[in-house]
Structures are given as C-alpha cells and as structure tokens.
C-alpha cells in the first residue's frame, strides 16, 4: 500500500501524507465531495479534481496488482514461471508492458499456430528459425506425414508458428508501437450507400491525417459516425518501415530458410502485429481524446453551458433546509447527457441546441446551499452537432469552473444518466 502511495505522489505531485490521508477517507466510504467540503485539514486541502485523481490512480493500481495475480497464478499453473520472470512481473506497472510479457503464457484459442504445432510442425519452425539449413526441402519432406500433406504444408504450418512468435516478441512489438507513434495516420471513408445518411460527416468522408496532429473534436466525431456504422476507419502505419524493421530482427541470411523466416514476418505483420497495435493505438487516442475534452482548457465551453442553465433557469434563493438535504447526497437528480454537450450557442463546430423537459424535482444544488439552479426539470436533454464538444460525461465535473458549483455537483454528486 505504501508503494502504491509513494507511486501515485510520484505521478501526481502531491505529499504521500495527503495522500495517504485521502485514502483512508475514501477507505471509510466518505464520498469525493464530501471529502473536498467538510475534511480539508486531514486532505491538507486538495480540491475534488485532486481527490479524484488520486482515486482512479490507486484504482488503476489496484486493477495492475489483481491482473498480476491473475498472470502469476497462470504461469506457474504452467511449470514456467522463473525467477527472473517473475522479478520481471513483479516490478512492471505500466499494463502494456505487463500483458506483453505474459503475451507469450497466455492460453491461445486454437490459432493456425497451434494446430501445426499439434501437427508436430514446431522442430521445423526452429530449423528455419536459426537459417542454417542448405537442404531445406530434404528437412521439410521428414515432416511429411499424418495430417501434413506434402511440403508445402509442411512449411506453410512452421511459418505460422514463426508468425506467432514474432507477434508475442516484445522488442517486435515495442518497434512496431514507435512506429505507429511517429507515423501513424488515421483515416476514414465513408460507407458505400450511406453518403446522403451520413452527409453531417461530410468532412470525414475522405479524410486523412497523422494520427498525433488529429485534434480531440475531429477523432471524437470520427469515432461517433464509425459507432453509427456511417464511416469505415483505420489507423495505419508506414507499412515498409514496420516491415524494414521486422526484418532486420529476425532475418539473418541469404539462404531458402532465411526467406521462409522473411515471408512469416510479413505475415505476422500483416495477420497478428498491426491489427492488434492498430486495436491499442485506437483506444489510446480515444482516451486521450476524451481527456483533452475535460481539460481545464476546456472549461470554457463548461462555462458556456452552466451559463445557458443559469439564464434558462434563473439563479433564485433557497430554503437552508433543501440546500443541506441536496448537499449531503439527499436529493435524487438525473442528467439525461446524450454524447455531445453543448447548450443554446455554437461550441466547437456545430451549433448546439438544448430541450428542457420539465419534471416535478428538488433543486439542483449550488455550493454552500445559498444559491442553486432552479430545477423543475429533472432531466435535461442536451443535443448537438456531432462536431460539438463530447466530453467523458461523468467527470464533467472536474473541469467545470469554480463559478459554477451548480454544473459541477450535479454531474459529479448525482447519479448520471448516459444514454
């Protein structure tokens, strides 16, 4: 626990006292709000996004320890956990790394692999593996036998096995995410037949950039039209540069066997590398995408829509007793919050519109209880331009500026509803 401590301080910036201290609130039960408000001398301060923060680190690290458990308990079920491995598990905490090293323990489905190895293939992949062999076809032919047709199969079955293990290498791995890194560009088409359906994309019909430039609203709405199933996209590397250094790995001769080994390579790159850093890059960049939304230099268009709520609402005094109910978690509040916010202006690059439904409720409490949004509407239903901001809509309260305790609360204290 106090690694996990001394980590999260490491990462966040903030003394391992406080943090320890915030944890052993939220340890308690004590809520995040409850926490920032009324227990500020124990938290030396820290603000709800600090608290927060600090809770989805220790979250992520407790997820990172149970997954190691999980890969620890399956190896030596194996009888192939070493001590060096398991110095090697026991010190990782980054998860990419972590199931990248279990990669090569982990139980496989019955791949193509698996089944030339059940064919008795995988002494002919070493052969080719180590590229010495002058008589490869004589070798091969020794193989020839029980479900293995001819030659051809022979090899064909210890290519895929070479193709297995060049996707559960970790240098290969790792030299395939740096390229994908520095190269990448995401790109999208749209779907045949659905042009006059998906005409609000237009932008994004035929769209290409570097996935590293793609701004968070551009990749957000990109993603939004591929869900509705209107654009078909992809993010790809440079091919040959992948390839190029695939093959400076693991081909190291001139010879029949070095070209079997070169032609597995491009096979694992193509069938098993890129699908699966392609599958890693994509949720990466939605994620950061959705965190570049929240940021504080966002709040802006935070502000702008707790200021159409204000002007909808009007802002109105409140009775002391309501106030302290709302505040301690007391009244029930849901936020109907569609994908992409955005109230009664242009934010970002749509114009934004919002509909009121009214519903008999208690107020929507302000900080302190002495000013709140007047809520005679329970939910609100909040629709856009898909272009407009699309934030993680249960964290909008992170952002929301200290002015607007009303925004802030409700979507942090309250339950939301994301449909």
């Known amino acids: 626990m106090e690694l996990f401590h001394k980590m999260i301080s490491g990462f966040l910036g903030i003394p391992e006292r406080q943090i320890s201290s915030t944890l052993h609130l939220l340890g308690e039960g004590a809520t995040i709000p409850f926490i920032s408000r009324y227990r500020k001398e124990v ?65 496989k489905r019955k791949t193509r692999a698996e089944a030339a190895r059940q064919k008795g293939l995988e002494p002919l992949a070493t052969i080719l593996m ?29 290519r895929d096995i070479i193709a297995e293990q060049v996707n559960e290498d970790e240098r290969a791995r790792n030299a395939v995410r740096n390229q994908f890194a520095r190269q990448a560009e995401i790109s999208a088409k749209v779907v045949k037949g ?67 080994v070169n032609e597995a390579t491009i096979d694992a790159y193509k069938r098993l590398l890129k699908p699966s850093i392609e599958t890693e890059f994509a949720a990466q960049s939605k994620e950061k995408a959705d965190d570049e939304a929240i940021r504080p230099g966002t709040a802006q268009r935070l502000d702008l829509a707790a200021e159409q709520l204000e002007l909808v609402a009007g802002v109105q005094e409140i009775p002391r007793p309501r106030a302290h109910q709302a505040a301690h978690g007391q009244v029930q509040l849901g936020l109907d919050l569609p994908q992409q916010v955005g109230v009664g202006r242009q934010a970002a690059h749509g114009q934004c519109a919002a509909k009121f439904q009214p519903v008999r409720s208690p107020l929507l409490c302000g900080a302190g209880g002495g000013e709140a949004v007047n809520a005679d509407f329970q939910q609100l239903h909040i629709r856009s331009h898909p272009f407009a901001f699309s934030p993680l809509y249960h964290r909008l309260w992170d952002t929301a500026s200290p002015a607007r305790p009303g925004l802030r609360r409700a979507c942090r204290s309250y339950k939301v509803h994301n449909k």
């Open 43 to 107: 938290t030396g301060g820290l603000d709800e996004v600090q608290i927060e923060q600090i809770k989805e680190q220790h979250d992520k690290l407790c997820d990172i320890a149970k997954r190691k458990e999980t890969i620890l308990g399956t190896i030596t079920e194996q009888g192939k956990l070493t001590a060096e491995l398991e110095k090697r598990i026991n010190d990782t905490w980054n998860p990419t790394e972590l199931e990248d090293i279990y990669l090569p323990y982990k139980p």
């Open 194 to 260: 659905k042009e006059e359906e998906a005409a609000k994309y237009r932008d994004y019909f035929d769209f290409s950039e570097p996935l590293k430039r793609c701004t968070s609203h551009r990749l957000l709405a990109i993603r939004r039209a591929e869900s509705e199933g209107l654009l078909k996209v992809s993010i790809t590397p440079d091919d040959e540069a992948c390839i190029e250094r695939l093959e400076r790995q693991f081909v190291r001769g001139n010879n029949e066997c070095s070209r079997q």
């Open 130 to 158: 180590l590229q010495r062999e002058n008589n490869l076809d004589a070798r091969a032919a020794s193989f020839v036998k029980g479900e293995v047709k001819d030659v051809e199969d022979a090899l064909k079955g210890a």
